[in-house]
């Protein structure tokens, strides 16, 4: 299971990333900003599975 929420995570920030640059270049501000709120889930997402990491050991 946790290896599936650290992999959920990778692919929310990635997909937070390009749509931030994507939304850079055709001048979209919303885009942008969704996309950085995704890279934010992602990381967020990392934060609690490191935790959860740091706990089982």
Request: hydrophobic share 30%.
């Amino acid at each position: 299971m946790a290896k599936e929420e650290k992999g959920r995570a990778k692919k929310e920030q990635m997909k937070g990333k390009a749509k931030e640059a994507m939304g850079k270049m055709v001048g979209n501000e919303r885009m942008t900003a969704e996309g950085k709120a995704d890279q934010m889930k992602g990381d967020a997402r990392q934060a609690k599975e490191k935790g959860k990491d740091t706990f089982k050991h």
